[in-house]
T-cell receptor, first 112, second 110 residues
Framework: SQTIHQWPATLVQPVGSPLSLECTVEGTSNPNLYWYRQAAGRGLQLLFYSVGIGQISSEVPQNLSASRPQDRQFILSSKKLLLSDSGFYLC???????????FGDGTRLSIL | RKEVEQDPGPFNVPEGATVAFNCTYSNSASQSFFWYRQDCRKEPKLLMSVYSSGNEDGRFTAQLNRASQYISLLIRDSKLSDSATYLCVVTFNAGNMLTFGGGTRLMVKP
């Protein structure tokens, strides 16, 4: 069966520090991969998605970036975090674009 | 107008009650529909897909009304454990990705 792993579960970072969140999927090949952010009490905001290695599409312009160095690895990064980057970051995978997405446990990021 | 709209709630219901949520979508060409459940401070989890003919999974029934562009979720015999936020999800054509509604919060009280 397929599993998705996301880490760390929680992270506290100072403003201006870099960020790297990692997500890996097991049990499937060539998945579509997604990064979402959810602010407290709000809905899901799609940040990036990838349909293959090295292919990244950005949905929202911001100081975050994503990379997909391997088929089942998706990384969310920032060079300098802002206070507004606080939130719950979720990685997800699906077989195709219009199929259900399955989420990792999420990373709760607090910026101080 | 938002692409996918839900009443944020909260819906406060007693145990054993029947509760229904609606979700409206803006694009008449929408093709795939899902309901997700999200517990507080947890990731969303797929609850059920919504098929044109309607479908049922235990106490949960999902319906699609294409003419009026809405989907619904009916929960019968509510349990305390049903307390969560229910997310409506729609795709707008075969090639597009899922668009999530803002969610409807349900609180089931003893």
């Amino acid at each position: 069966s397929q599993t998705i792993h996301q880490w760390p579960a929680t992270l506290v970072q100072p403003v201006g520090s870099p960020l790297s969140l990692e997500c890996t999927v097991e049990g499937t090949s060539n998945p579509n991969l997604y990064w979402y952010r959810q602010a407290a009490g709000r809905g899901l905001q799609l940040l990036f998605y990838s349909v293959g290695i090295g292919q990244i599409s950005s949905e929202v312009p911001q100081n975050l970036s994503a990379s997909r160095p391997q088929d089942r690895q998706f990384i969310l990064s920032s060079k300098k975090l802002l206070l507004s980057d606080s939130g719950f970051y979720l990685c997800a995978w699906s077989t195709y674009n219009n199929q259900p997405q399955h989420f990792g446990d999420g990373t709760r990021l607090s910026i101080l | 107008r938002k692409e996918v709209e839900q009443d944020p709630g909260p819906f406060n219901v007693p145990e054993g009650a029947t509760v229904a949520f609606n979700c409206t979508y803006s694009n008449s060409a929408s093709q795939s529909f899902f309901w997700y459940r999200q517990d507080c401070r947890k990731e969303p989890k797929l609850l059920m897909s919504v098929y044109s003919s309607g479908n049922e999974d235990g106490r949960f029934t999902a319906q699609l009304n294409r003419a009026s562009q809405y989907i619904s979720l009916l929960i019968r015999d509510s349990k305390l454990s049903d307390s969560a936020t229910y997310l409506c999800v729609v795709t707008f054509n075969a090639g597009n990705m899922l668009t999530f509604g803002g969610g409807t919060r349900l609180m089931v009280k003893p």
